[in-house]
């Protein structure tokens, strides 16, 4: 328990214990920075085009020319969102929490920008390619072609490399939990690639294998722990107080890694793919309850005693409802996963519900609580607090509005093929709530406009002139 | 121990226990899947399947369309479950895993006609009023000299361009070749579990006068006639001029001998003439999807609607029909 009680400190204890120049601090904003801005940038291009793709459910006929049709947008959309927007904006922030909770100056700038680089380049030519009809077996989030996707391997085995040297500069002996989620992700997931990409068991039944396996681990062992590692670094850090238990997040850690790699069969529920393997899938969906109520009761009882802080400080926010929906999100895909509820709501948009419910409502939450935490620190530059509030509340309420109608709408979707009804009457009956999910994308998307500007003035705005997103400490509370 | 080492040692466990479980969990077992022996009557793609499948992936049709039947009652109407057979020579897999759309792992079998196919491609609204998916007018070249060789595609006036005939592009026409090569073979041996639906049959046939006099279950037959009929004939039956007959005022439907009405629907039927319009699409046959109370009730649907008084039929003379012209 030595290693626990050291360890939760170190959140705070940076500061103190800082023994990095001001030039590497500066270089660190600057690749923080950097990150923050394309992945921005992703968000705005990634998110439009989903719009676009949710207003195409009602106007089926609009923009239907070769390079605008639904079919080459919709991957697009997905991949942007995941390989643009989310995984640059985790990497940048986890620069900045793996340098600064190990107390030291990042291993190299020139390999971050070298990163950037390589992850802007396979998200470019991979929207290029998918535009362009080049699209492989539209196999969810590995539609690009495998050139591509090397590509995309080579950015991450760069950053895991840059991030590995940094933690072994580390000041103190204990490696912060936050790291092990943050390495975790980036070594499992150059795994996940190099699985995806090798052909030879990939024939017909085995690549539907694949394919399950490759769905839900670039997804839980990916985003999930890159995630994770932000709210362990950046939640105690804005209630400046330790994390509520150590040990519970490494329980989290070590049941994380064993059950979420064996779920990915739960996509093929009753695909001709072996029993054993569907079932083993189901059997680890519910052991995925472990690590996330234990992850999430973790994060809550830091927060515990400072739930008015929720409404002072915006990052804190963001993190809670991040918190919440990987809460929910993640119990929901347990439920998805029996094969009673599976039998009504697969193939459904309840699906694309979840996936919203937890790409947006956890990891984009995730990554905008931190970046609102912990880049105004980097640069010395805040953005507005009126920015913030309008950003958070169209995006907690376009979220609300699209989950809620996809969960609605895929269940009677569902609920009318069992019934047993002509195809077409479960098509026609969706219309509104495809409706209403364009509603609450408009206001996902207009949040992102605010997003937008509020990074503008974390980066390029005015000095100071707002309140350190970092709280007060309590002296009841801890 | 030395700081440097602790890092390996988790770094290093959590990697090597991740590798563990992916060999044990999606390497070998698709290692074991890869080899699957394609089932009774699977056979590779021809070049030409091989061109379709490539234009239907990299247009993306496989975000709205799944090409799996699962064992499951809602399923039946797409097919028999599929079977680890049906996919050997399927890679990159197009399982998919959203049913905007139906299912097309028997869209050849159902929809076997290229011309509604290039119909519903080129605007699918213009057999299909309810649908929401895009139209592929980019697969077609519109000229205002038809090529040698060459057959427009009879689009109904109202969805046609203003001049030019439509005609589909190489693109196109391996699409269309893919598609209706999808077709499930049927595995020796197997049976579908019985329904409990059959045995609803009977009541059916006693049920109420719905409509001037005919005796069916009139709710029924029309839904049956909206799944399995209106995609062509139309829910008006007006069917689609030059395409499809209809079925409103159709010879056939009227007449008071229901053999050769009740014959197409049981066996299918292609390049038929009706009142001097050759039709070139091929109609499915409906013999071992449906069953005699189900064509019955489709039948005097048919019979009852639109203006059309046929003579009622009734299930057991869709089974004479069945048994004796085999």
New interface residues.
Partial sequence: MAAAVQGAGIADRDATQEQTSEQDDRALAAVFKAYTISATCWLLFGTAVGLLLAFKFGAPDFWAEKYLTFGRLRPIHTNSVFYGFASIGLVGTAFYVTARSCGTRLYSTRLAWLGLWLFNIAALTGTIALDLGYNWGDLEYREWPWPIRLVLLAALLVTVWNLLATIARRASHDIYLSNWYIIGGFLWTCVICLVAILPWYQQGLGQVAISGYFMHNAVGMWFTPLALGLFYYAIPKVLNRPIYSYALGVLAFWTNLVFYPMLGGHHFLFSPLPWWLQTTAIICSVGMLVPVLGGSANFLLTMRGRYHGRIESYPLAFLFIGVLCYLVGSTQGTVEALRSLQAVWHFTSFTVGHSHLTMYGFVSFAVWGAIYALLPLATGKNPGRLGVATHFWLALVGMSIYVIALSIGGTLQGLDWVRGVPFIQSVAEMAPYYLWRGVGGILMFLSHLVFAWNVWRMTAGKPGNAPSPIMEPEGAAA | MN??R??WV??GG??A???L??ML???I????????APGPGVQPLTPLHVQGREVF????????H?Q?V?????DK?FGR????G?????????????????DLTNVGKVKPSDVWQYIHLYD?RAV?P?????????LFRVVDQLPAGETAVPLPAKFAPAHGYVVPTPQAKALVAYLLSLKQQPIPGYVAPAEAAPAAAPTAAVAPAAAGGYAYDAAKGQ?LF??NCAACHQASGAGVPGAFPPLKGNAAVASDDPGLHLRTVLHGASGVVIDGVKYSSVMPPFAAQLSDADIANIANYERSSWGNHGKPVTAAEVATLRAGSK
Avoid: W
């Avoid at chain 2, 699962?70 to 809602?74: I, Q």
């Avoid at chain 2, 479950?81 to 680890?84: K, T």
């Avoid at chain 2, 020579?89 to 139906?102: A, C, D, K, V, W």
């Fill in positions: 700081p440097t602790k890092m988790i770094f959590a990697l226990l991740y590798v479980i992916v969990i999606a390497v077992p698709a290692i074991d899947l890869s080899h699957t992936a990299g247009n993306g049709c496989g975000y709205c799944t799996q699962r064992p499951l009652t809602e109407v479950p599929s079977a680890p049906d996919f050997s020579y399927q890679t990159p897999e197009l399982l998919g895993s959203e049913r905007t759309g139906p699918p299909v309810q649908s929401i998916m895009p139209n592929f007018r980019f839904a909206e799944a």
